[in-house]
């Protein structure tokens, strides 16, 4: 397994993929920008420049709402790297007729071919977020997105720059260097797209139906099964909603309240790019390389104080004009507005990059394009509210742009809240990841072993009043936690551990009822393919050392097993943990003495999975014992 995302950019299973998607995105960017440069270079008036920007849009976006649902069953039922070639030699025939249509300076036959390329990136769209999952390990996905997130932000930015240059460049030759960068872009990445590895169908053998409206309603309902899932695609198609309303204004922001010309739009755009890309490149370390949807918040929350600023920080229209960007770096302020935009983009990669990975981690495969063909669905509806939404503040209220970002940062704001409310795991994932973050230096080792899906018991060594925290920080499926009831009931620990739907237990000496009642859960969540995390100990080490294993948890394995469904076991151990805070190691007294034990290193290991139905507690000591080693 890849020791870090980077390596990824060197092997087959990943690399061809990225720099399809990645040429993919670098080309439409060129075309499009390509046509705008075009109509400069003709000259043509501004009415019609104005309907080109109105029609352009929709046009393009049109496909995803008629086209996702069927792109959503195509993608299901064939295998994936097959699919991805059939759309990129689609993009060799589509940018010939966009070259037929610079050539001829005709824009009829430019607006078909927009459409078509927006038919060919929806077919696209559901594969090349299901294919992930295929070729990346769970611990793996988060890195992948990130990589994605920054190759699609960068190709934007590049072919917005490359595409508006053209025929500023060009000149006369404009249109036949137009067509000529087209066409040789998509055979780049049609040849690139052939060394993409076999990937497998999530569906083969499901009935495609033909009819748009009645499967683009199954594929939303579809999408809406899991909570969690649900809010995750909300979040991302919010995510297109504020790209769109911020990218929109950029141009007659860079303008009017910058002072900039062209190039300082390209400028500023570049900034949000690049703060984009590096936000999604920085999620995986942050993560841990686990699904760690705790970063959302931050991303959240990040984003409404940058835009927020960004509305405050020049309200005002700018008294130069036709600055270059050396030259607005040298007004007052240029560096506060630089900042907001670094900042906004940051953020931004933290809150859409776990999404994604949640989103692929907590679908099954076999539906997985489908919910993807969904989000499409959803993200295309977004990006027309935006921007009918910037259109009809700006022209019936009046709103200035920076009172947009203000209002742009208020939602936002609103809007997140609302999602964490309706599913308190995102706000718990990252009081969790604070916490964990902060008070350690935390290692995994061999977390890959957990079953991908299906159900699972973790048996663990138990140190510190923070296990499960770390534990739940650490895998990448969310854990159903047997936990001590005392310490289910610590003040504020008791909200995140009712949160991550923590299972309180007691002996049967304190509460036989709430014994027998954790035990049925237990069982019903594993009978529901989840994992269970226990530490089977039954208390806090007193001495650092492993104590026995109580019978618990042979009764567990075995009832599992009496129903017909053995359960894999995956031995872990805590490593490190008594030397940390939290632990019996001193006297409340000795608690005090924080700096000695705060950041603490510690390790979480795993142990190769096996099924334990017939597993007795002593054999299971033994292999979380042989783990942890000497490192208590």
Not at 64 to 71: D, E, K, Q
């Amino acid at each position: 397994m890849s020791s870090s995302q980077y390596t990824l950019l060197r092997q087959r299973r990943f690399l061809p993929f990225f720099l399809t998607q990645s040429l993919g995105a670098f080309n439409d960017n060129v075309y499009r920008q390509a046509i705008i440069g075009m109509l400069f270079w003709l000259g043509v008036s501004a009415e019609q420049k104005t309907l080109y920007a109105t029609l352009a849009p929709a046009i393009f976006i049109l496909p995803y709402f008629l086209f996702s649902a069927l792109a959503g069953q195509f993608a299901e039922r064939t295998e994936k790297s097959t699919l991805i070639r059939i759309t990129t030699a689609m993009e060799i025939v589509i940018m010939s007729l966009a070259a037929v249509g610079f050539v001829t300076t005709n824009m009829a036959v430019l607006l078909v071919a927009l459409f078509l390329t927006g038919v060919q990136s929806t077919l696209f769209g559901p594969v090349k977020y299901s294919i992930l999952p295929a070729v990346l390990h769970p611990r793996e996905l988060t890195g992948g997105n990130g990589l994605v997130e920054m190759g699609t932000s960068i190709s934007i930015l590049l072919g917005m720059i490359l595409g508006g240059s053209i025929f500023a460049m060009a000149g006369a030759s404009g249109p036949w260097v137009a067509g000529a960068a087209i066409i040789a872009l998509a055979i780049v990445g049609h040849l690139v797209s052939r060394a993409i590895p076999k990937a497998g169908a999530g569906a083969p053998d499901l009935k495609v139906n033909w009819n748009p409206i009645p499967e683009s309603i199954a594929v939303l309902k579809l999408a809406r099964k899991q909570l969690a899932v649900r809010n995750a695609i909300l979040g991302v198609s919010w995510f297109w909603f504020v790209g769109t309303v911020l990218t929109s204004q950029l141009p007659a922001y860079a303008e009017v309240y910058l002072g900039g010309s062209a190039t300082l739009y390209i400028f500023a755009l570049a900034l949000f790019s690049v703060g984009t890309g590096t936000g999604s490149m920085l999620c995986e370390r942050l993560s841990a390389r686990t699904v760690e949807i705790g970063l959302v918040p931050l991303g959240a929350f990040g984003m409404t104080a940058f835009l927020l600023d960004l509305a405050l920080a020049r309200p005002g229209i700018a008294t130069a004009t036709g600055l270059d960007v050396p030259g607005f770096l040298q007004q007052p302020g240029a560096w506060r507005t630089v900042v907001d935009l670094l900042g906004i983009g940051l953020f931004t990669g933290f809150f859409v990059v776990p999404l994604f990975a949640l989103i692929q981690s907590r679908t099954p495969k076999s539906e997985m394009s489908r919910v993807f063909a969904a989000l499409n669905i959803q993200n295309s509806g977004f990006i027309v509210l935006a921007a009918l939404s910037s259109l009809a503040v700006q022209r019936w209220l009046g709103w200035t742009i920076p009172q947009v970002f203000l209002a742009l940062a208020i939602a936002n704001a609103l809007v997140a809240i609302w999602i964490f409310t309706i599913v308190p795991e995102f706000l718990m994932r990252f009081l969790s990841w604070v916490l964990v973050r902060t008070l350690y230096r935390l290692r995994v080792q061999g977390i890959d072993r957990v079953p991908d899906e299906g159900a699972a018991l973790v048996v663990c060594n138990h140190v510190s009043y923070m296990d499960a925290l770390i534990l739940a920080a650490s895998i990448p499926r969310p854990v159903r936690f047997v936990m001590y009831y005392r310490i289910f009931n610590v003040p504020v620990m008791r909200w995140i551990f009712r949160t991550a739907k923590a299972i309180p237990i007691a002996g049967a000496r304190e509460d036989p009822a709430l014994m027998q009642r954790a035990f049925d859960e237990i069982d019903a969540a594993l009978a529901d393919g989840q994992v269970v995390g226990i530490f089977p100990e039954g208390r806090l080490t007193s001495d650092g050392e492993i104590a026995a294993f109580k019978s618990g948890v042979e009764k567990i394995l075995a009832r599992a097993a009496l129903a017909g469904r053995p359960v894999p076991v995956v031995p872990m151990a805590l490593r490190g943990m008594w030397a940390s805070m939290w632990s019996r190691r001193d006297t409340r007294v000795g608690l005090m003495r924080v700096p000695r034990r705060f950041r603490a290193h510690v390790e979480v290991v795993a142990g190769e999975a096996f099924k334990g139905a017939q597993m007795d507690a002593e054999v299971l000591e033994s292999k979380v014992r042989a783990l942890r080693g000497d490192a208590a």
